[in-house]
């Protein structure tokens, strides 16, 4: 008896040793997956934060790009703005020299004009003051 007792319980040790270490192969199988699991989704956050870290340094170097044609259109803006102004006081500098001018060459011909009439009127008070004389003269 006990041989079969012996022999039982040896049996069942060995049975639950192997449901032990089939356990054991079970866990450890699970905990590959897992890992595995893990490790794959921590290479795909990875990834997508090199994505998410290329995609925002391709769109600062686009905004870098932008802005820097932004800040060469504003210079050359300023630059085209500068010679039209510039343009514009050379035209309003010529146009006021030949005001001044136009106003000195007026100017003296109503010099002129002033001279001639004042000599006009003098010939006219002697001619006037002549024939006064004259009257007199007759009356007389």
């Not at 932008?66 to 050379?90: A, M």
Request: proline share 0%; charged share 35%.
């Amino acid at each position: 008896m006990f041989s079969i007792a012996y022999i039982t319980l040896r049996h069942k040790f060995k049975v639950a040793e192997q449901d032990a270490h089939t356990k054991q192969l079970e866990n450890l199988k699970r905990y590959t997956e897992w890992k595995s699991n893990i490790e794959s989704d921590l290479a795909n956050l990875k990834k997508e934060t090199e994505l998410i870290h290329s995609e925002r340094q391709k769109d600062l170097s686009e905004l870098r790009g932008r802005i820097e044609q932004l800040d060469k259109e504003q210079e050359n803006d300023i630059k085209v703005v500068n010679e039209h102004i510039e343009i514009l006081i050379k035209e309003i500098r010529q146009k006021n020299d030949s005001d001044h001018q136009e106003l000195k060459t007026l100017l003296g011909l109503i010099r002129d004009s002033v001279t001639t009439l004042t000599s006009d009127l003098k010939n006219h008070k002697e001619t006037h003051d002549a024939v006064v004389q004259v009257t007199k003269n007759r009356k007389q």
